[in-house]
């Protein structure tokens, strides 16, 4: 499945910011979705996930009730609802697709979109 993740720029800080991630090439509904980020200097880290059905979903602590995954499975698209934004926010947001079951570990996705980046001013 091919991931091309999109909606990322420039935001100061307490602003929104919402990433899409279209996907194609497989059944959309068959994946857990995720998105992870990259800071300049750190490692990759977990975001948040949503289960192929939407009935469940994941959050990092440091995202919780600021950040809200959904997902459109007739539009093959999972997005990333970003509120009250920090300067630690900052980094490369990157979409990805498990087709096991979701997960916070990089090492469940298969797949996985280019990045967008989000920079959050103070």
């Known amino acids: 499945v091919q991931l091309q993740a999109s909606g990322g720029g420039l935001v100061q800080a307490g602003g929104s910011l919402r990433l899409s991630c279209l996907a194609s090439?497989?059944?959309?509904?068959?994946?857990?979705m995720g998105w992870f980020r990259q800071a300049t200097g750190k490692e990759r880290e977990f975001v948040a996930s949503?289960?192929?059905?939407?009935?469940?979903?994941a959050y990092a602590d440091s995202v919780k009730d600021r950040f809200t995954i959904s997902r459109d499975n007739t539009k093959n698209t999972v997005y990333l609802q970003m509120n009250n934004l920090k300067p630690e926010d900052t980094a490369v947001y990157y979409c990805?697709?498990?087709?096991?079951?979701?997960?916070?570990?990089?090492?469940?996705?298969?797949?996985w979109g280019q990045g967008t980046l989000v920079t959050v001013s103070s």
């Open positions: 090439g497989r059944t959309f509904s068959n994946y857990a």
């Open positions: 990805a697709a498990a087709s096991g079951a979701f997960g916070r570990s990089s090492y469940a996705y298969n797949y």
């Open positions: 949503i289960s192929r059905s939407t009935a469940y979903y």
